[in-house]
């Protein structure tokens, strides 16, 4: 069954310095999306992606945040200037449509910690 | 974000026996409401989904049931089994909000063999 995969699993950086979260979501989907959790928290939305636009963003998801899809498998979240706050771990979820109860595939996440 | 909750934390029931997972939410806006299964270690897993048009969706082990006015949902899984030991995701989506979706704060089930 495809899958999505993100890489790093672990990614530990220090405060202030920027961080690359990697997603291949699954290859006929057209709707990305990231997701975080804090440790001891509710799963969060952050932002959600279609033809190569955010269509959706939450409150977290500021300036020092940004989404990229470089090429036709990859999809990128980018932390400019990493806070300790924004040690969480990062799930990442593809669609083929969107609403109407349609699935979003996750992804087993990426453990970010700030130092 | 309170707007959709789930206030067991946990749950243990016996192998064979029926879970009951609750979920509870105040946003009528939501037009879909979803379950997901969560192993440590991985992502969450789709499991079954209702429509706020409808009261009840089952698949296989997995009934949903929603009551509207409640504005309240339940997940059934009949018989559980020892591999359903898992912490499970509510979660709501809104086509107004983009179909984004909310989660809820999980309840963790122990299904005892």
């Known amino acids: 069954e495809p899958e999505v995969t993100q890489t790093p699993s672990h990614q530990v950086t220090q405060m202030g310095q920027e961080v690359i979260l990697r997603c291949v979501p699954i290859?006929?989907?057209?709707?990305f999306y990231w997701y975080r959790q804090i440790l001891g928290q509710k799963v969060e939305f952050l932002v959600s992606?279609?033809?190569?636009?955010?269509?959706?963003k939450s409150e977290i998801f500021d300036d020092q945040f940004s989404v990229e899809r470089p090429d036709g498998s990859n999809f990128t979240l980018k932390i400019r200037s990493t806070k300790l706050e924004d040690s969480a771990m990062y799930f990442c979820?593809?669609?083929?449509?969107?609403?109407?109860?349609?699935?979003?595939?996750f992804g087993d996440g990426t453990r970010l910690s700030i130092l | 974000d309170q707007q959709v909750k789930q206030n067991s934390p946990s749950l243990s029931v016996q192998e064979g026996r029926i879970s009951i997972l609750n979920c509870d939410y105040t946003?009528?806006?939501?037009?879909?409401f979803l379950w997901y299964k969560k192993y440590p270690a991985e992502g969450p897993t789709f499991l079954i989904s209702?429509?706020?048009?409808?009261d009840k969706n089952e698949d296989g082990r997995f009934t949903v049931f929603l009551n509207k006015s409640a504005k309240h949902l339940s997940l059934h899984i009949v018989p559980s089994q020892p591999g359903d030991s898992a912490v499970y995701f509510c979660?709501?989506?809104?086509?107004?909000?983009?179909?984004?979706?909310?989660f809820g704060g999980g309840t963790r089930v122990l299904v005892k063999p």
């Open positions: 979820a593809s669609s083929s449509l969107t609403g109407g109860g349609q699935p979003q595939h």
């Open positions: 290859s006929n989907h057209l709707y």
């Open positions: 992606f279609y033809n190569n636009e955010i269509s959706e």
């Open positions: 946003n009528s806006m939501f037009d879909y």
């Open positions: 209702i429509s706020s048009i409808k």
């Open positions: 979660a709501a989506e809104s086509k107004a909000a983009g179909n984004k979706l909310t």
